[in-house]
């Protein structure tokens, strides 16, 4: 399996604070080994127009998530950030 962050997603994660991108790097650590480690609490949290796509996340830390969704044989990652940020912008 592949993994690509889009362009959003690389800019939303320069703004975060440098202790949620550390955590976040840890967390896609532990996401490469095995997707489905229950810290990272994945979930299915909706779908694409038309559900092409299931839309996922995982947990960061506090109040903090990462989103993807899987296209073939890769993850796209396309966004970053506090929970209430995702539901205010999706």
Do not use: C
Not at 20 to 33: S, V
């Amino acid at each position: 399996m592949k993994s690509k962050r889009t362009r959003t997603f690389r800019k939303l994660f320069d703004k975060l604070p440098n202790h949620i991108r550390e955590n976040a790097r840890k967390q896609y650590k532990l996401f490469l080994d095995n997707p489905g480690h229950p810290s990272l609490r994945t979930k299915q949290i909706g779908s694409t127009r038309k559900e092409m796509f299931g839309i996922f996340e995982v947990s960061i830390g506090m109040g903090y998530r990462a989103t993807y969704f899987v296209n073939g044989d890769t993850y796209v990652w396309f966004w970053i950030g506090t929970h209430s940020s995702f539901d205010t912008k999706y």
